[in-house]
């Protein structure tokens, strides 16, 4: 592979890492991105971490073979099971992964975190609200089903929003001031959660930071003079993906191919 010529590998275990990949599409506008939606094996959040490390193993390997420069892990579940690991097995490849963004969220008193069960449950997370919300009031959910909602359904649906009531109300009645977005899913339907949260809570979503921090560790940035192509692959179908991608003009205006029911050792070269 010629380097300068390579893509910025994404993938997430559906089209949550859309809301990254979108916003790195934004902010580096002469990259290419080849993105891995594992949407077949989703949802991660209630699996062994065993599991979805080999499913990031796969994935990982998959996007270098194809001519990924970098990776970025947009799902907040593989990031907390799999990153370390996935950075000792390729030392020379920058790895970004995504994680709860607690250290913003300290500014508020009472915080609610959504993430999934296996992000909640990790050690990287325990850490982190060790280091930044030791003296906040923490409250966490871990958002069972939402996940596969959030892929089948448009944002608005019925359905979502009786989903997202359910699991916020409780946290609004406690007076949070402040939402992080602790898995990549939940800010492709933050306008629904803004709408139950109301006004008065601050809802972080960690997209942008992420998308800067690509920029900062962006090997061999593209100097070519060829238009760019983002190609996305899904080892499911790619129903949600087509129709989430309609919805994001910074990601489907480069769109060269949708690739669904993926086998990940046949990843074409889109690099
Ligand atoms: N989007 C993912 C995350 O950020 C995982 C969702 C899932 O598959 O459970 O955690």
Known sequence: MN????????FDSGIGGLSVANAVSRLLPRESILYVADNGRAPYGPQ??????AYSREITTALLASGAKMIVVACNTATAVAIDALRQEYPAVPFVGMEPALKPAAEGKRIGVLATAATLSSERYLALKDRYLSK???LEDACVGLVPIIEAEVPG???LRHTLKKILMPMVAKGIDTLVLGCTHYPMVQADIAAVCGENVRIIDPSVAAAKQVARLLPYPFVGTSGRAHNFYCTGGSVSLQRT??????LNGDRALVVPNLKLKNLPNGG
């Open 136 to 138: 906040q009031e923490v």
């Open 3 to 10: 380097p300068a010529n390579g893509s910025i590998g994404v």
């Open 48 to 53: 062994p971490p065993e599991a979805i490390l």
């Open 157 to 159: 649906s019925p359905r």
């Open 245 to 250: 991608l309609l919805g994001l003009p910074d």
